[in-house]
């Protein structure tokens, strides 16, 4: 069931117009607490609502689809993994190199 429901997902994250913004935009968002919980574990050093935003634009469409329909309140070994694996690609480390450091 849960693969139908990923396999829906990703087919309206890739329709035209606001169908899929809105959809694209929602999963974003249900992605985005859970990886400002591991940024802020993983970079204290980095503000972690920006850096997670940084991860967060850094999913490629299936991974996007994937944490829209996650429950994304439990965080779990697999899913700090995948949200660091994220984090170190090129266009996630730029956007966190860019980020202003905060006092600890």
């Known amino acids: 069931m849960r693969k139908i429901v990923l396999i829906g997902l990703s ?10 913004v809105v959809a694209y935009d929602a999963s974003r968002k ?13 970079r204290p ?4 609502e920006a850096a997670a935003k940084c991860v967060v634009r850094a999913m490629t469409i299936g991974e996007t689809a994937k944490y829209g329909v996650m429950d994304t309140r439990a965080l779990n070994s697999e899913r700090r993994a995948d949200v660091l694996a994220i984090a170190a690609r ?9 980020l202003p450091a905060q006092a600890a």
């Not at 090129?90 to 860019?98: D, G, S």
């Open 11 to 20: 087919a309206v994250l890739l329709l035209p117009g606001c169908a899929g």
């Open 45 to 48: 050093d980095l503000p972690s």
């Open 30 to 42: 249900n992605a985005q607490p859970l990886f400002e919980r591991v940024m802020a574990e993983a």
């Open 90 to 98: 090129p266009k996630a480390q730029a956007c966190l190199n860019a």
